[in-house]
């Protein structure tokens, strides 16, 4: 696993009053920095239908071609490991239940693929490539 830290040009994600408002702002810094780094959006927020399924909050392409699953997490503080430690297990297994649909529903024979965690934790931004695996 490898992971790139940045210090954000801009403070923490501005506070929208909602944690809808402040989740779709770290989404939005954390879709800036990937796309500064090569990547192309794809998706954004896509869910499986009916109750029980999954959420990626990113789908992105690498110029290789790798499809990269994206979660992105925020938070004021890194108590507790910070934001990119707060991917659960559980959170992990909704991920990859979402994306294997995803592949089903839209893609023949699948590209290479990874899991990415972005992390926003008080203006750094921490990207882990290949945060986890499919088990």
């Keep these: 696993m490898t992971f790139l830290t940045k210090k954000s040009s801009a403070s923490a994600a501005p506070s929208h009053g909602t944690s809808k408002g402040q989740g779709d702002a770290a989404e939005d810094q954390a879709l800036r920095h990937l796309q500064q780094q090569g990547l192309k959006l794809l998706q954004r927020n896509y869910r499986t239908p009916g109750r029980g399924g999954g959420e990626i909050d990113l789908i992105m392409v690498e110029s290789d071609g790798t499809l990269v699953f994206v979660e992105v997490r925020q938070r004021s ?22 994306a294997r649909y995803y592949l089903m529903q839209r893609i023949g024979s699948p590209p290479p693929c990874r899991f990415d965690v972005v992390g926003l934790d008080r203006g750094t931004i921490q990207w882990l490539r290949a945060a986890f695996d499919v088990p």
Excluded: L
């Excluded at 503080?77 to 979402?98: C, D, E, L, P």
């Design 77 to 98: 503080s890194a108590f507790h490991g910070g934001a990119t430690a707060s991917v659960s297990v559980t959170k992990q297994r909704r991920i990859i239940f979402a």
